[in-house]
């Protein structure tokens, strides 16, 4: 059951906190919990898929337990994001949408992460790392390893 | 150089608590203010101030608080939004502003709610600026219990994730926990906003203006500004220039005064080629109109526009076909699907940017994408995303046509 505030009671204007609620538990939004976060704001499921599949950060399928966020926007393009994403393909054999079979990564792209300053970018779970480079990405998969 | 907004933040990514904020003469103006002076005065000094919206509008924000209608008129419920939304590419001032002085934030959306007479504020602030969002939910308890927030409410939204949640109108509709798609104006939101009533929507950067504006005056202000724009701007520098960051500067500060005084000019081996001056929905400006001044009106007569004041710098060593291309995608992503110029056109933009980076491009490419903007341009859209889109298209075919004219008939990209 999902714990924390009471979201029945906000109806289906706490659809995204209750879906995100329910993922910071989860991991993601099942076909299960979907229908469960439909039944607590007593909204109709397919209503609340069409709100959950609209955001970039809403997982409707299974995510590793670490997320890396790869900035892909102008700056970190031009400032080598292509080179980290190798990289990450040639350590954790996962490219962009895709879960390493443990389960431990999952590398999805993102916009523009706001830190064009330390470009390129990108952050693991709730963590940022900037001004990286080839070499950083394998010093930050040996350290979280 | 008169520091304003960023005079606290050490730029080291601490943040400053309440006791340091309020040493620094913080919630001098809730308590000179509140329950002091009438709302009504409170949006005048801002409209006289000349303060503008600083999300990329540019709107004179008074003017925006004077179209919300008065509690007598209209009684019930009523809203003040903060967009933290940032995810304009090659945008990160926000950031640094609630990263590093939060309880500037909060004291501005206390005293612009009572201004507007709102009773419950919201701040929309993207997902992933977890630093911000847990520097927020900090300075929020803090101030609560310090009792300068009064009888206000305010909720930390965290959103999750999309561009268009920045449109003021598509971000009630997130905030209403639906799909963030803009809505038609009129009404606007200071008539009908969230939930349907009286609503203003101000951008971060605005916000930690007001008080600084009602502790020091709205002549004060608008002296900060070196031109006829009012106030400091949180400039910010990225691209290979050798001191990328964030600049408070006067408004009105030239471009090349920006990136070669304080930016540190270019990395040695690289030359500047164009600039995005206010984030990826704005035109370029090239090499010759670097001595124009950042402020609406200046860039405005350059050819392009203000934006957020965040400037990406395009240097000779990287491919301007390929770059357009990464902001196109991006557009092209991004779009809400609602309308249809946007949601068809800009993936066809982006599919032939694609095809010309691997050498697939044809020559009658050329006039697709130079027919796009009439088609994708203000008035055509519902909302902003696509004319945003369309104002690096524009330019870029323009500048950088024989760049574009060697990817067709080369049929390779010479930087690949």
Known sequence: ?145 | MQLVLTKNIDGGGKRVDFAAYARSGGYEAVRKVVGKLAPADVVQVVADSGLAGCGGGGFPTGRKWQAMPSRAARPGPRYFIVNADEMEPGTFKDRYLMEGDPHQLLEGIVLAAYAVEADEAYIFVRGEYFQAIAALEAAIAEAQAAGVLGGLTIHVHAGVGRYICGEETALLNSLEGKRAIPRAKPPLPQVSGLFGCPTIVNNVETVCNVPHIVRHGAEWFRGLGVGDEAGTKIFGVSGRVNRPGVYELPMGTSLRVLIEEFAGGMRDGFQLRAVLPGGASTGFLGVEKLDTPMSVAGMAAAGSRLGTGNVMVLDDKTCPVGFIRNLQHFFAQESCGWCAPCRDGLPWVDQILAAMETGQGRQSDLAVLADMPGRMGPGKTFCGLAPGAMASLETGLKMFAQDFTRHVQERVCAWA
């Open chain 1, 1 to 145: 059951m999902l714990t924390g505030e009471d979201f029945s009671a906000r109806g289906p204007a706490a659809a995204i906190d209750c879906l995100r609620a329910l993922q910071k538990e989860r991991g993601y939004i099942s076909d299960e919990t979907l229908a469960e976060a439909a039944a607590i704001l007593q909204m109709p499921v397919a209503v609340l898929d069409e709100v959950a599949t609209f955001y970039n950060l809403i997982f409707r399928e299974p995510v590793g337990k670490n997320v890396i966020l790869l900035c892909d926007s102008a700056v970190c393009w031009m400032l080598g994001r292509e080179a980290l994403q190798s990289r990450i393909f040639e350590r954790l054999g996962i490219a962009p949408g895709e879960t390493t079979a443990d389960g431990q990564y999952t590398l999805l792209p993102v916009v523009c992460l706001g830190a064009c300053d330390r470009a390129p970018v990108l952050l693991v779970g709730e963590t940022l790392h900037g001004h990286l480079d080839a070499a950083g990405v394998n010093k930050l998969l040996d350290g979280a390893a």
